[in-house]
């Protein structure tokens, strides 16, 4: 199974910082990875996918990179509505997993 | 616009059984592959199982196998998790999501429907 390490567990900003989330894969996904956003009491909503693909009406300020075992979600100017957990989650190999999430907190 | 609606969500006791239900609309439901992700009270989310569009395959958490049996009715737009042998680890809320069409990704997801296993 591949185990994603999401760094830092809790990152505390305030509106119109960046936000740079990491996510480390225990072995290569190549580029097989996507982001999600969750809001309290909400299902989670896909940003991101193949590493670097934005999802459909998600906004430019959201941006993906990475290949292999390390990848990158920036968030270039926080938004208000942008503070939530987010969750990478990888489909190179079954067990499809997830990494336990970072928490992006108002400072 | 898409929509998925679980249901059958409910509080048993371990050892017991549950069926859970996903009504799809809003897309052409027997072209895509099916999950069922759940996330325990206050934890992270963890995938459970998979099934194609035609219902062919599937796939399935260590966790769960042997014990969980994803299936779909395409002339119902509906796909079902049937939980066996429920255990208090199995407590979550279940959402169903779509597949993204483009890799085993997930683009939409029901609104969740809570199990408790608890005696």
């Known amino acids: 199974e591949i185990v994603l390490t999401q760094s830092p567990a809790t990152l505390s900003l305030s509106p119109g910082e960046r936000a740079t989330l990491s996510c480390r894969a225990s072995?290569?996904?190549?580029?097989?990875l996507a982001w999600y956003q969750q809001k309290p009491g909400q299902a989670p909503r896909l940003l991101i996918y193949d590493a670097s693909n934005r999802a459909t009406g998600i906004p430019a300020r959201f941006s993906g990179s990475g290949s292999g075992t390390d990848f990158i979600l920036t968030i270039s100017s926080l938004e208000p509505e942008d503070f939530a957990v987010y969750y990478c989650q990888q489909r190179s190999n079954w067990p499809l997993t997830f990494g336990g999430g970072t928490k992006v907190e108002i400072k | 616009q898409v929509q998925l609606v679980e249901s059958g969500g409910d509080v048993v006791q371990p050892g017991g059984s549950l069926r859970l239900s996903c009504a799809a609309s809003g897309f052409s439901f027997s072209s895509y592959g099916m999950h069922w992700v759940r996330q325990a009270p206050g934890k992270g989310l963890e995938w459970v199982t998979f099934i194609w569009s035609d219902g062919s395959d599937k796939y399935y958490a260590d966790s769960v196998k042997g014990r969980f049996t994803i299936s779909r009715d395409n002339s119902k737009n509906t796909v079902y998790l049937q939980m066996n042998s429920l255990r208090a680890e199995d407590t979550a809320v279940y959402y169903c999501a779509k597949e993204l069409g483009r890799g085993y990704y997930f683009d939409y997801w029901g609104q969740g429907t809570l199990v408790t296993v608890s005696s």
């Open positions: 072995q290569t996904v190549s580029s097989y």
